[in-house]
């Protein structure tokens, strides 16, 4: 695929904007992979949220039933731009290699993975959708000083299951990562077990577990050190509009023979159900 087309002054086409960059975006970001993701047209994007469930009840046989209704609102999710704008040689440009396109498309993947990550796992963005640390009923487990065991993460589990939700995912900081990592089954005085408390998953052996959810690791930039996050993937949602954009222009740099290219990305974020969010903490995290 070409990154630059001879029509429409260098805009790519819809079905050449999802290799470049949505595809790797999608293999980039923690936050989509660990939510789903719903790809809209539209300026907002509604999520239902149930507040009361209809009542049911016991009755004898032949007796009225009590009418109820499910008390239901909405989550109103508008996407927000994430905007890149990168200069490129013309030697670059120029050249016919696929790989060159490659190399484009995945850098500005990867630092629009950044801050949809950064985002997503921080507090309030001007000019962004809102993150984890912005909502205000999430459930929360205390861990102590130091992680030394896995029964701050038994007891969010639990939290989880007390609402009707499960988690599919952790997310922490590397350190935060490796630290549960060197975790062992016991240590003592006389001896210390070499076996790691952390499981691995039989699919991708490189990858942690924590009670057979996958551990996701990322900068401390991102998460602080200390803190994790529990998350169930059917209860949380990136929501992506569908009119991506990357635009080519060769005056925009014309004085040193560069080509200046731009993406535009619109994105937003939605827990219909907070409390279905677990934030385990250590010391001061």
Known sequence: MSLFTTSASGLLRPEEVGPLVI???????????????????????RLPRVIADPASGWYSE??????????VDELDVVPRALKTLSKLSNELVA???????????QGMARDIARKVDAAYFGNTV???????LSLGSVQTVDAGSVFDDLDAFEEAASKL???????????????????????????GTGSTSNVPLLSSDPTQPTRRQILGAPLWPLPS?????????????DKSFVVLRSDTTVEVDTSYFFGSD?????SVVRIGFGWPHQEAVVKISTGGS
């Open 95 to 105: 050249d016919s290699n696929p790989t060159a396109s490659e190399v484009v498309g």
């Open 221 to 233: 930039e991102v998460i602080a050190d200390g803190t994790v996050w529990g998350l169930d993937r």
């Open 126 to 132: 001007a000019n962004g959708p809102n993150g984890l």
């Open 23 to 45: 595809e790797p975006l999608k293999k980039e970001s923690v936050a989509m992979a660990v939510s789903r993701v719903i790809t809209t047209g539209a300026t907002s994007f």
């Open 62 to 71: 032949g007796s009225d039933i009590d009418p109820t209704d499910a008390t």
């Open 258 to 262: 560069c080509t200046a290219v731009r």
């Open 161 to 187: 299951e007390n609402v009707g939700s499960k988690v599919t995912a952790w997310v922490a900081s590397a350190n935060t990562c490796l630290a549960l990592a060197q975790l062992r089954e016991f240590t």
